[in-house]
């Protein structure tokens, strides 16, 4: 009991430290917000800031955010992995056990679903949404799909293999602008020279491949899941 | 040449994919071929820039360096980058005989060499975070690699609090954002000169600090290492503790840079912090039996001198002990671990009291595991004794400090006289295989140890820029103390920890619970915030 009394005053504590730094930013705040409003559509044809952030700013961290996913999946393949046989493993999702109502609308729902992943890829450059967040939605939407086919198989090995390739190709692609512009990690067509609509080109190939990745990589993790709660 | 960091990144990650995709056993030769081209390159990239470090600035995407991302090298992460690369070949070649599920083990080996070289030159502080989260997972994937039970929950139980310790991290990152309007290490730097130091940079600072305790290891957030590097195969052991933990250690002097001009007054907390880890460190480590456990303890009790040395950032002398002292514990840390994992998986035991008759079964192991003792309790004309003497001269004269150092060598020369039992008795019959691969690897690290331990003034005035001309090894005084550490060491071992008393075997049996541990987390936060934000 003390030991809670405690815990709680000590977690107050570091709250009221908190609040009372979070009243100097008053007077140092700063920001470069100004500079990505000022240049950011100019520099990298992205309507989408956060985007133009994730895939040209920042690009590096962008590879090793989608690397984490990609040592995640891999991980937890390998953890769950069991020596036993398991070609005819059936998942824990009963037929019986999901309910008509629910599958007839999952049906109904799920090229909805895949659509508007897909918008959410492709229009990454324009409105909120980009390929992490559109990949998650599609992966959402494959899962569904488990509810609808309770006895449907999938070949893990294959998914992984297919998003390393696609990691691959990603980290080609970031670094083609050593040919063209001398530095690593931005948008292949230089913004002195090239029109934003062909800036566009290279953030929509690389969403649409981060994307898929992204989905890839969540219906490997979820497929592995579903093995192990059989 | 220019870009030679960002091969330095690459060239382990893509020979990871292509070990994963292509699964097959002839490219794991793919893996000493990257490893061969990292070589090379990081040779040609020191020719280049040594002297001249000012150069080595590269802006990705040649973008204004307040926003972009930008990877910087100076003497300190060359020579971590030497050190890895290092440390790399010889855990490669030690499991390189590894068997068929070796490509999967080396795809997770290969891209944390990557990540961890990566982590070593960013000047990104939010690049820092991607990292070490790339680097937990990493690790605890490769901790839980065996998939037995403890394996699994060591792994997990790792992941979990660098977890937690990295929320922090973030949370300092955005405040630290909000001050400065900018992520760039360098400049954030400069920028401090004007902060005057409010409160929102000294609570980053904690926040970063605790984070970097975690990591690192100290009292009292060092709970999961034991575990970890207990459990964990013999090279992997040797990796995370020669190398991976030292993440936490170059983070802490990178963050301290960057924090030099913010009047914080850090030496003498870190300093005892330091001083209690070594101590905590070799306490449990003299009740341990099971040999990876009292190594993994000893990891812990080296990493506080290395704080000691550390903490005292300012003071050249005390800094370049501490940072030599991340070098030689690389070194005769993954000697004895893995060693130890031979004559483990010769035995199929690990308890210290089990094993017998090493020095005869096996000689040339057990030559190597000497020296590795040797080295780890500082005897001199071996690594150990250089750094811990730079140290020893650094802290001579102010007493109860001078005085704790001496305890922790005692109480390092009891620990492994224990260990050496199991070098004594009569030759036993042990699964014998004929592995030269490992042999190898463990003579390399031993002529390593015996190298800097005799020849260390050329080596750290060409590899570190220090000049530690100072250090005399042949004199009396010094066989004195080495003499008067082991005596003393074994008077104790054989009077108080040989016949196992109930103190011993209480500290033995205790074992931090989560619950605690994170108790523990949140007590050292409001210490931090304490000592550096009401102070």
Redesign the interface.
Known sequence: MI?HVI?IA??L??YA??T???Q??E??????AD??REFGVD?TGSNNLVTAILL??????SL??A??LL??V??II??SKHDIEEKNARFMLDKFKTPDLFVTFSRLVYPLMLAFGFYIIINGHVSPGGGFQGGAIVATAILILYYIDADKETNIGMIV?VE??L??TI?IIA?L??FT???????VFPYETSSTSTQVIYLVTLNILIGFKVALGLWAIFTAFLKEGR | MHFIPVYLIFVPVLAALFIYVFKSRHMNWLALAAQAVLTVLLVLYYREFSGQYENTLIVFGGWNDRIGISLVNDEISMSFMFLTVFSWWMVLIYTFEQGKTNHNFLFFLMFLEGVFLALLQTNDLFNMFVFIELLSILVAVLIAFKKTGDAFRAGLYYLVISKAAMMMFLLSIILVYNSFGTINILLVREAMQSTDSLTVVRLSYVLFMVAVMVKSAFVPLYSWLPRAHGVAESGISALLSGLVVKGGLYLFIRLNQMYEYANLNYADFFYWIGALTAVVGVMFALSQKDMKQILAYHTISQIGIVMMGLSKLHDPDMFIGGFLHIFNHALFKSLLFLGAGVIISAYRTKKVTDIRGVMRTMPFVSVFMIIGMLSITGAPFFNGFISKSIIKYGIVDSGIRYWILFVVNIGTATSFIKMSQIFFGPKTMTIRIRKPLKNFALMSLAFACVMLGNFYIPISEGFFGFRVQYIDIGTWANFFDYFLALTIGYVFYRFVIAPDPVPVRYIREHKMTFQQANYLFVVMIVVLLTVFVWW
């Open positions: 030991k815990l000590m977690l504590a570091i430290v908190f009372v730094s979070l100097d930013l007077q140092i705040y700063q920001t470069s500079y990505f520099q040209d700013y920042r690009l590096f961290d090793f955010e690397g984490i040592i995640a891999s991980g390998w953890i293999t390393k390739f990691y691959l980290l670094s602008s050593i512009r001398g530095t690593f990690f931005t948008n």
